[in-house]
Nanobody, 128 residues
């Protein structure tokens, strides 16, 4: 059974930092694009970051660029999201996702439908 399990969420004050981790089990995703999305109450799921299969390419939207950094450990089958300078608007459930195209070298996917595997999410709450 393929599983993606997120951890590291919590409550933090504005300006603080959190580091989210995503551990995969059931199969290896070391050769797949991995991504992070978030969803706030009443809003659509939003792209946060993606990392290429080798770890050499990353992509973030302007809303988090310069504050969030995605990284991966291919040997450990994990992906992380370092979040700095957090704002109340960053409050959401954060989801880890995996693409199902090994060694994919095209544009990093930013739409949720492009990812096949999903974790259950971890809550991040930023207080003002």
């Amino acid at each position: 059974q393929v599983q993606l399990v997120e951890s590291g969420g919590g409550l933090v004050q504005a300006g603080g930092s959190l580091r989210l981790s995503c551990a995969a089990s059931g199969r290896a995703f070391s050769n797949n694009v991995m991504g992070w999305f978030r969803q706030a109450p009443g809003k659509e799921r939003e792209f946060v970051a993606a990392i290429g299969w080798s770890g050499g390419r990353t992509l973030q939207p302007d809303s988090v660029k310069g504050r969030f950094t995605i990284s991966r450990d291919r040997a450990k089958n994990t992906v992380s999201l370092q979040m700095n300078s957090l704002k109340p608007d960053d409050t959401a459930v954060y989801y880890c996702a995996a693409d199902n195209r090994p060694f994919y070298s095209g544009s990093l996917p930013t739409n949720s439908y492009e990812y096949e595997y999903w974790g259950r999410g971890t809550q991040v709450t930023v207080s003002s």
